[in-house]
């Protein structure tokens, strides 16, 4: 079966499912790209089966430079002639399968990965926006979504056939190094749509009460010097590390001993950061999204210390009202040690639930293999 990614090769999560993909047997991968590809691309599709555009695609959208490829892009796969264009990111490299399928009359049908803001965000930015995204979900003969929230939308928007399924991990990492109980680490993107301000809002009123937390930002972004001098206004300089974009290995000796991971976004499917932190026994604290309470299991949760402030099976997630003089002690009784339910409860022990509920849940490569099994019966 001859399958063509196409998307942003310099992308780490383009990259990720082309991993995954060339360890399927009977695969014959492609890709093509709007820019161009990731160096590990090299060893993974042989120069001959690859496309590079070299577009600069802009997140905000308005890429007519893009669109002025299509003819290059038509062309290749027409001579490609394969079974399944695979386009992730929906709105835009969706759009350049869905036109190339039109356009030059391939054979080949359209599966499409969603990844959060193209269906959760863009198509409530107009009419247009969300006219072309029915029309890119009612070409794709199935889709693939990381959150049950998102499937739905995405069924609401025209999608006929959605396997829902995390963009989970590709192994679990090491776990040997002792939990720091107030090292908090956060590294989603410094960008208004992840809400860094939040997270310094809420690390502040943890450590107006708890002299011995730390906090680590691993990521960098528009808002870093607004973030920093918020730090500085707040008198916590000395005690949150701003450390620019680290590399996966060096990402993983930050949220090692870190007890807490903070990601407060506004908008969100479910986050690869928040599986990486919790298969490294972190304790996640999330925004009220449906996403997050897909991964903490909310609907069975404990009620711990307050209405309001929900322990799941594996974290906490914190209402936009939030009393947040009042989280302190929550972390505390957990940092701890709780009974509930005459079963004792602490950090330590969620903590490993979280490592294990990965392990079982949300791994990457059983999940492409399902993927690839029902393109196949298709």
């Known amino acids: 079966m001859r399958l063509v990614l196409i998307g942003d090769g310099e992308s780490p999560h383009l990259l990720k499912w082309a991993r995954a993909l060339s360890q399927q047997r009977e695969l014959e991968l492609w890709a093509a790209s709007t820019r161009g590809f990731a160096p590990e691309f090299h060893f993974l599709i042989p120069e001959d089966r690859r496309l590079a555009l070299n577009t600069d695609p802009a997140h905000a959208g308005g890429n007519f430079a893009v669109l002025k490829q299509l003819p290059a892009l038509g ?3 027409k001579r490609v002639d394969a079974d399944w264009l695979h386009a ?21 049908r359209i599966a499409g990965s969603a990844w959060g803001s193209d269906i959760l965000v863009t198509p409530g930015q107009g009419w247009a926006y969300r006219w072309l995204t029915t029309q890119v979900l009612k070409a794709c003969a199935i889709t693939t979504s990381d959150s049950e929230h998102m499937s739905a939308r995405m069924r609401e928007l025209g999608a006929s056939e959605v396997m829902t399924f995390p963009f989970g991990l590709e192994q679990l990492p090491k776990q040997n190094v002792r939990k720091q109980p107030w090292l908090f680490f956060a590294n989603r993107g410094l ?30 972004g528009s808002l870093r010097g607004a973030l920093e001098a918020q730090v500085a206004t707040l008198g916590l300089s000395g005690r ?11 990402q993983g000796r930050r949220y090692a001993p870190a007890r807490w991971f903070l990601s407060l ?15 490294h026994e972190c304790l996640p604290i999330l925004s009220d999204l449906p996403a997050n309470h897909e991964v903490l299991g909310t609907a069975g949760s404990l009620e711990l210390v307050s209405p309001g402030t929900l322990l799941g099976r594996h974290g906490l997630i914190l209402k936009e009202d939030e009393d947040l003089t009042t989280l302190p002690d929550r972390l505390e009784l957990l940092a701890g040690q709780a009974e509930v339910g005459g079963q004792p409860i602490d950090a330590d022990r969620l903590g490993a639930a979280n490592r294990a509920w990965v392990a079982e849940h949300a791994m990457f490569g059983p999940a492409v293999t399902r993927f690839i099994a029902r393109l196949k019966s298709l």
């Open 75 to 77: 062309a290749w796969l």
């Open 88 to 108: 992730h990111y929906l709105t835009s490299h969706g759009t350049l399968a869905w036109a190339a399928r039109r356009g030059w009359k391939l054979r080949a």
């Open 191 to 220: 960008e208004p749509i992840y809400r860094p301000h939040r997270v310094i809002e809420v690390f502040a009123a943890i450590a107006a009460r708890q002299p011995q937390a730390r906090l680590v930002v691993a990521n960098d």
């Open 240 to 250: 949150v590390e701003f450390t620019g974009r680290l590399d996966a290995t060096s």
């Open 265 to 279: 976004p506004e908008s969100d499917s479910v986050s690869v950061s928040v599986l990486e932190a919790m298969a």
